[in-house]
């Protein structure tokens, strides 16, 4: 009888065990000792890291573009100004300038940096910044241009030191203004025209100049073809001499110096009177 009684009580208490765990879940220690319930947590979705990590891949570049070039006292220590992925090392590192190739007339300077490969850049590396690499010259730059990267040049001639002078699209030292053809063909650059627009018979006298030109327009017909392929737009550019070279002061289609004397009456009649109105050539 006391067996069948012991028996049924270790029952009852396995019963009463297997209830209380059911109710309570699955337990863990927390971090205070005391026991804490989980459960499933929410998904989360990727998230885009804040900055490289140990498998990201650096590749080198040249600078998104280049602002400026200062030199140093001694006139060799170069310092060069770039736009690069920014801001931070997390988006640009590794900044170097080195001298390439010297000749009598021009220092060449190659800028790169490294930055995580891949065509879509960071969300934090879609601005710019400016970073500034050195270098020292082999000698001092004196009258030499210095082109970084191939593309930007730069001359002491005419600087404000310790800045040297961004030359242009007709370089550093652009054909002086006067009656030559390689000043008449600096004159066309100065204009907003198309590529390969001709030049007509010039009228300068050092300090004004007046020339026309035209410009082809339409679809390209072969050499013969019939009205409407061989149009063209006619114009005439006054210019004015000036230290960056000839500027373009007026321009127009009426005969004489009516187009110019508008602008600028300064203009000397000479040049203009007999020059006859212009119109469209087909």
Known sequence: MRRTRSLLTVVLLSAVGVLLLGACGTLRAGSDGAATATGPTEPTGPTEPTGPTESTR????????????????????????VEVPGPGKTCARDLKAVVTDTSDRTVWVQVTYSAPAGDTPRADCRTTATATAEVRLPSPLGHRVLSVDNFTAFTADDAAPPHLRLCGELGCHPAPTGCTPASYDQAVTALDVPNHTSRGDEHCDGKWLVFDVSSRMGPACPEGAGPGCGASLDDRWFFRAEKSGWNPIARGTKGGCTDVHAIEPAFPSALCAGLPPLKRSN
């Open 58 to 81: 650096w590749q080198t570049f040249a600078p998104i573009g280049v602002t400026a070039a200062r030199l140093a006292g001694d006139r060799r220590t170069l310092s060069v100004d």
